[in-house]
């Protein structure tokens, strides 16, 4: 009785979503940039590294809008990470890498429940 694939529906036509390869890379990108919390934001970086080698390949799909996301999400990670740790020596620094875990731990599970859903971000 279980159903072993998602479907989504566009009007009254099932859209068959789980087995799509770029999702599959998606949700790889996905435990990446939350493994990069533990390993020093290496697997991050492979991360973003397959979105970019990868991104030709999803595009006008509707994978593409998490590419985008994840893309987005280490970028700007990255830039306030490197802002925080410089400022970790007047202490707002200390403020910003919280607020900045926070955030990126927020875009990882929203992009990820939505991945799941069959949905953009």
């Known amino acids: 009785?279980?159903?072993?694939e998602f479907r989504a529906t566009d009007g009254d036509t099932p859209?068959?979503?789980r087995n799509e390869p770029g999702r599959n890379l998606a949700v790889a990108v996905y435990i990446l940039q939350a493994l990069s919390f533990f390993l020093g934001g290496l697997t991050g970086?492979?991360?973003?590294i397959i979105n970019y080698v990868k991104l030709d390949d999803v595009r006008g799909t509707w994978?593409?809008?998490?590419f985008r996301w994840?893309?987005?999400?280490?970028w700007i990670g990255?830039?306030?990470s490197v802002i925080g740790v410089i400022t970790?020596?007047?202490i707002v620094g200390w403020f910003i890498l919280l607020g900045i875990a926070i955030w990126i731990i927020y875009r990882i599970v929203k992009g990820a429940l939505a991945l799941?859903?069959?949905k953009a971000p």
């Open 15 to 17: 859209i068959v979503r």
């Open 88 to 90: 970790t020596v007047i």
């Open 45 to 48: 970086l492979a991360g973003v």
């Open 70 to 74: 994840q893309i987005r999400t280490f």
């Open 1 to 4: 009785m279980p159903d072993p």
């Open 78 to 80: 990255v830039l306030w």
């Open 63 to 66: 994978i593409e809008p998490h």
């Open 116 to 118: 799941n859903d069959g």
